[in-house]
């Protein structure tokens, strides 16, 4: 699975966008792209996915470079709530068979929101 | 339950005892992942289980650590003659296969001191 580049820490105030780089220059074309997020003391909680289209859910967007070597994680109005490591993961496609791949974690970035 | 469920939540033990660690995945999810991540540090991969197939180890730091999953079932991950620095939190997670797609689902994590 390819690398990941993460900045160690961000600073948002509450309510602003929250805006999370991560740089994969080396994914491959069967790669996604996974963020995942842990809470102190809790284990890491699925975000949001993305091959090469933007992505948007209920919690988040994805924003994906044209040439995919790097994304974005967007939090639109970010609360204390949101306080925790972020992890950027690139992860090869399972097949229909459903050949799985290890989740190769970086150290993330640590978000901390404030009033 | 509806979730991963880790047992015991916290583990001190003597250095140079065995410890096992449990982890119970979601009904039907053919994959299962175990990851440690030391105090401050970010998730390292230990080992994977999917279906019947051999699992992959790569992760595991040295032939003191061994895990067991039977069927698609409670996975047990063993340590022998534990030292201080395998003191951590043990992850495990569970994904269903066969699609492209599907997030992993974690537990709350087995929190092993080694004193």
């Known amino acids: 699975d390819a690398k990941t580049t993460q900045p160690t820490s961000m600073d948002c105030a509450e309510g602003r966008a929250a805006n999370l780089p991560c740089n994969h220059s080396?994914?491959?074309?069967?790669?996604?792209v996974y963020w995942y997020r842990q809470i102190h003391s809790q284990g890491p909680q699925y975000i949001i996915h993305?091959?090469?289209n933007n992505e948007t859910n209920e919690m988040a967007s994805l924003i994906i470079t044209e040439d995919r070597k790097s994304s974005t994680l967007i939090l639109p109005h970010a609360t204390l709530r949101d306080t925790a490591v972020y992890y950027c993961?690139?992860?090869?496609?399972?097949?229909?068979?459903?050949?799985?791949?290890?989740?190769?974690f970086g150290t993330g970035t640590r978000l901390q929101v404030t009033l | 339950g509806a979730g991963v469920s880790q047992s015991p939540s916290n583990k001190v033990t003597e250095k140079g005892k065995d410890v096992e660690l449990r982890c119970d995945p979601i009904?039907?999810?053919?994959?299962l992942y175990w990851y440690r991540q030391r105090l401050g540090q970010g998730l390292e991969f230990l080992i994977y289980?999917?279906?019947?197939?051999?699992?992959?180890k790569s992760g595991l730091p040295s032939d003191r650590f061994s895990a067991e999953r039977t069927g698609e079932s409670v996975s047990t991950l063993t340590i022998q003659r534990t030292q201080q620095e395998d003191s951590a939190v043990y992850l495990c997670?569970?994904?269903?296969?066969?699609?492209?797609?599907?997030?992993?689902?974690f537990g709350q994590g087995t929190r092993l001191t080694v004193v």
């Open positions: 997670a569970s994904r269903v296969l066969g699609q492209s797609h599907t997030e992993a689902f």
């Open positions: 080396t994914i491959s074309g069967n790669e996604y």
């Open positions: 993305g091959l090469k």
């Open positions: 993961i690139v992860r090869v496609r399972s097949t229909n068979t459903g050949t799985a791949s290890k989740l190769t």
């Open positions: 009904s039907g999810h053919t994959a």
């Open positions: 289980f999917q279906g019947n197939s051999a699992p992959d």
